[in-house]
Every structure is written in C-alpha cells, then in structure tokens.
C-alpha cells in the first residue's frame, strides 16, 4: 500500500505547564493537536495507508483528550499508529510523502531523502514567511492539504 507519514508531537497535561518556569507555549495545547489530527483523520478517504508516529511516549502524562483520541484513530484501517521507538528516518523512506507538525525535524529529513514534505498548520499560528520553516512549505488548511495529497498521490 502507499504510505503517508505523519509526525505529531504529544499535547501534555494541562498541570505540566505548571510545573516549568519557562514560557507556555500555546502552540502544542490539546486543541491545536487535535484539530491537526482530526484534519489527517479526513485524509482517510483517499485510498492511502497513514502512519502516525508519536515524537515519544510519555504515557500518562500525554493529555487524556489527546490519548482518546489516539483510541479512535486506533479503530480506523487506514490508520496505523507507529511505535514512537521506531526509527523516523525508517519510515520516511518507506513514504510516498511526510507531512509534520511544525517545526519537527522529520519535514527536514524528508526533504533530504527527495520525499515530498510539508508542514501543517490548520491554527493558523504560523506565517508562511516564517525563519523556521527553513525552505519547507507549509499548508495552514485543509482544501491545501487535500490538493497537496492528491497531487502526490496520484496514480
């Protein structure tokens, strides 16, 4: 089947923020997360398999909306939720394309190996012209992120 690779990073538990001194950033907040992955959750009607890898696992502490949410995508054939010790490097050259959450080093890794990479953002919190996307493009809705799939998914 032809893989789609996606990376997303671990929303934590509200009370973790807490406990840091330096600045919350809202960025990986539960909701940003889940609106990113209920967007790569639609991508399943397309005939594509989607691997979600987890930056890592840190159990409990991951928010409990995000870890539900992990459990629906769970049901879906489509979907397979990788090992978050397995090898990012692995799976990107196994994909047909990699979209990333900003700004995780897997966009890059892509781009390297001549996969086609993006970055998405469906917030909105992220300008196209921003220094961190280091020359990687960044879709910020999900019509974008469709058209994009389409053209590298094509037959």
């Given at each position: 089947?032809?893989?789609?690779?996606?990376?997303?990073?671990?929303?934590?538990r509200?009370?973790?923020?807490?406990?840091?001194?330096?600045?919350?950033?809202h960025?990986?907040?539960?909701?940003?997360?889940?609106?990113?992955?209920?967007?790569?959750?639609?991508?399943t009607?397309?005939?594509?398999?989607?691997?979600?890898?987890?930056?890592?696992?840190?159990?409990?502490?991951?928010?409990?909306?995000?870890?539900?949410?992990?459990?629906?995508?769970?049901?879906?054939?489509?979907?397979?939720?990788?090992?978050?010790?397995?090898?990012?490097?692995?799976?990107?050259?196994?994909?047909?394309?990699?979209?990333?959450?900003?700004?995780?080093?897997?966009?890059?890794?892509?781009?390297?190996?001549?996969?086609?990479?993006?970055?998405?953002?469906?917030?909105?919190?992220?300008?196209?012209?921003?220094?961190?996307?280091?020359?990687?493009?960044?879709?910020?809705?999900?019509?974008?992120?469709?058209?994009?799939?389409?053209?590298?998914?094509?037959?």
């Open positions: 089947s032809i893989n789609l690779s996606v990376f997303d990073v671990q929303p934590t509200d009370i973790f923020y807490k406990t840091i001194v330096d600045r919350y950033d960025y990986y907040r539960v909701d940003n997360i889940l609106n990113f992955l209920k967007i790569i959750l639609s991508l009607k397309f005939d594509i398999k989607i691997n979600i890898k987890r930056k890592r696992d840190i159990g409990s502490l991951a928010h409990p909306q995000y870890r539900n949410f992990i459990k629906i995508m769970e049901k879906n054939e489509k979907i397979n939720l990788i090992n978050s010790e397995v090898s990012a490097l692995d799976m990107i050259k196994k994909s047909k394309a990699v979209i990333s959450l900003p700004f995780t080093s897997t966009a890059h890794i892509a781009k390297k190996l001549n996969v086609p990479s993006v970055y998405f953002d469906p917030s909105g919190l992220i300008y196209d012209n921003d220094e961190a996307l280091h020359s990687i493009r960044l879709i910020n809705n999900s019509k974008l992120l469709e058209d994009w799939i389409k053209e590298n998914f094509k037959s």
